[in-house]
């Protein structure tokens, strides 16, 4: 199956600064989906992204297809962005990376 | 947007009990639906695969019978941890895609304790 590596596994910012998560999938992939899973566990789509760039908010992701890695930039970050990050290439399924353990101190 | 309903969220069971957790799609037919695992502090492990109508398929590691999947219609599936342990205690989380999603929608997830 695919292997997935994320990185950095742990980030601590500070509010109002930015990051970028780097995910790196190992097979060509139909489509990719971020993640952001909240203290209580609930997993909150954040991009369907199988290629190219989009844009939510402060939140951005681009994935590189041929070059078999997709980023998820978080701008002006905020407390409530804390929790973790993970993202889920899809061959005959979603397999999911190890995720980015994201704290953000006010 | 598609909207998948777990339940219970949370469930105290004692040792050798057995325990349901149900998958709900709410506003499309789910034909296929997914069961992961999430250990503490750890990513979320694919269980099974189930197709409504047809037998689920396991991932390797993951005895079938402990992990009874049922998922009778294209808006129901099922888990049922039988004679469940302290060492099932887990998150577990469904979720559930069909033809016409871009991608998949997740439950809410339920926090099962064996004491």
């Known amino acids: 199956g695919i292997q997935v590596e994320q990185s950095p596994p742990d980030l601590i910012l500070q509010e109002g600064a930015n990051s970028t998560l780097r995910c790196n999938f190992s097979d060509s992939v139909n489509n990719l989906q971020w993640f952001h899973q909240n203290p209580w566990g609930q997993l909150i789509n954040l991009f369907y992204i199988p290629s190219g760039t989009k844009q939510n908010g402060r939140l951005s992701a681009t994935t590189v297809a041929t070059e078999r890695y997709s980023l998820l930039y978080i701008s002006s970050s905020q407390t409530t962005d804390s929790g973790v990050y993970f993202c889920?290439?899809?061959?005959?399924?979603?397999?999911f990376g190890g995720g980015t353990r994201l704290m953000v101190k006010p | 947007g598609a909207v998948v309903s777990q339940h219970p969220s949370r469930v105290i069971c004692k040792s050798g009990t057995s325990v349901k957790i149900e998958c709900r799609s709410l506003d499309f037919q789910a034909t296929t639906m997914f069961w992961y695992r999430q250990f503490p502090k750890q990513s979320l492990m694919l269980m099974a695969t189930s197709n409504e109508g047809s037998k689920a398929t396991y991932e390797q590691g993951v005895e079938k019978d402990k992990f009874l999947i049922n998922h009778a219609s294209l808006t129901l599936s099922t888990l049922t941890v039988t004679s469940a342990h302290p060492e099932d205690s887990s998150f577990y989380i469904c979720?559930?895609?069909?033809?016409?999603?871009?991608?998949?929608?997740f439950g809410s997830g339920t926090r099962l304790t064996v004491v």
């Open positions: 979720s559930a895609g069909d033809s016409s999603l871009i991608g998949y929608t």
């Open positions: 889920a290439p899809k061959g005959n399924m979603l397999t």
